[in-house]
DNA sequence: CGCGATCTTGAACACGGTCAACTGACGTGG
DNA sequence: CCACGTCAGTTGACCGTGTTCAAGATCGCG
């Protein structure tokens, strides 16, 4: 728990700032403690207080929003490196759930504490708006997405955009895991379980992907483009 | 151009940090300079180099994200009082782009001279970040509407959210402008112009709005409301 | 007055949702 | 060890919402 560990560490969101690393002395540690999540555990809930961020080590958590009547739809999955609960900035009131998906294990970080830092490290406050600004730009195309795109490009989108992802973070961008159940994707995406099976089933059926229990393959990565771009279509 | 105009700057999201605020010493303003725009006319476009942050004192701008190969989506519509280009705070390149949908008069803030302020005022940072945490939470939001919910709920909702954002600026929830193309409204919304239309017509027809040159006045507030929570359906 | 842009309305179509049946993997218990 | 229940996923048939295409209506403005 005292010095930063090798990997894992490497592409963490919080590394500009995290005084775990290399240093032994835990009193000048940013991180409160590290806490481990079971697969269905929530790290913070819609409406809790909103004290830490936090950055995830290892594992995948998805975070939803619900609207009164109608089934909670997944914003964004969060990925090892990424933060997660940067909402606590805004009204302290957390507007969003996260649950683990997977054994999680993650940095927690007092919001108090990180706002100190940021005054006297101005670098590491600009760092945060830039993070946060991603965040909204992300959401953005996010819902430009749903706003625009046929279902099979925004299945294709999602998967090319989640090897993006894990390249960002040394993984490959055609082999990763995807721990998502089908009716997570059709909520992230805005569609049902069985539309995202039914592309998914096309996409296997050309041979695009392949799924194995260690995840999935992208086999044909400029068809997937081609589809998400909407040159191309799944007739 | 120096001194706090009364009423304009009341419910500016900068108006804790601007200098402008009961002072004659131009050098001391926050605000590089104030620019009008025509109706049409861009105030940042996407790819550009963002180098400010402007407030809106009067009009209404769109700022929309274009997906390679598909008509661009509006992410939102920024009301007097709004930041836009808060981007720029990501990688000093707009994402977006702005374009005033009628005479707009705009506060130009160079992003250098707000980040060097936040240094110095821990308060303008911790305001900054909580409206840039505000920003990714209407977007979630946004997204969820537009994966989740009917034409019609879309709509309704539209409108509510509207008439809040106008009570927040000190106007009606009820009776406000309504400056936007219906093929605008549909960019937003993830819907065609001919919906957006035939949704406004049906909402007209039960006297639920009424539109008039002035913009559009809500008649049936809790109407509306059950539309756009899905408790009750225009059939 | 006449042109163009916006808005409206109608009719047909297609995409994705809904409902339902079936499969296969996994875990529990008889 | 197999029977059973559960749950995720798959696949099919049907249907409804919103899109598409097309024809007018309305309004602003030269």
Redesign the interface.
């Known amino acids: 728990m005292n010095g930063v560990e090798a990997g894992l560490c490497d592409s963490c969101a919080m590394r500009p700032a995290c005084y775990m690393r290399g240093t032994h002395r835990a009193v000048r540690t940013l991180v409160e403690r590290l806490r481990t999540l079971a697969r269905g555990e929530a790290l913070f809930e819609a409406g809790s207080p909103a004290l830490s961020v936090f950055a995830v080590r290892s594992g995948t958590l998805k975070v939803s929003?619900s609207?009164?009547?109608?089934?909670p739809?997944i914003?964004r999955f969060v990925l090892p490196g990424d933060l997660a609960g940067?909402?606590?900035?805004?009204?302290r009131i957390h507007?969003?759930t996260a649950v683990a998906l997977e054994e999680c294990e993650v940095c927690e970080i007092p919001a108090w504490h990180l706002?100190l830092l940021?005054?006297m490290r101005?670098a590491l406050?600009?760092h945060?708006?830039?993070l946060?600004?991603?965040?909204?730009?992300d959401?953005?195309?996010?819902?430009?997405?749903?706003?625009?795109?046929s279902a099979s490009q925004r299945v294709a989108g999602f998967l090319l955009g989640l090897g993006q992802r894990w390249t960002a973070r040394g993984g490959s961008a055609s082999r990763f895991p995807l721990p998502f159940e089908r009716r997570e994707i059709g909520?992230h995406?805005?569609l049902t379980m069985e539309t995202v099976s039914r592309v998914l089933s096309l996409l296997r059926a050309r041979a695009w992907i392949v799924e194995g229990p260690a995840g999935v393959e992208l086999c044909a990565i400029e068809a997937l483009r081609g589809l998400a771009?909407?040159?191309a279509k799944l007739a």
């Open positions: 929003i609207r009164a009547g109608c089934t739809r914003v940067l909402d606590a900035f805004g009204d507007s969003t706002e940021c005054q101005p406050a600009a945060l708006r830039r946060l600004a991603h965040e909204v730009g959401a953005y195309l996010h819902a430009a997405a749903l706003a625009g795109l909520d995406l805005g771009s909407g040159e």
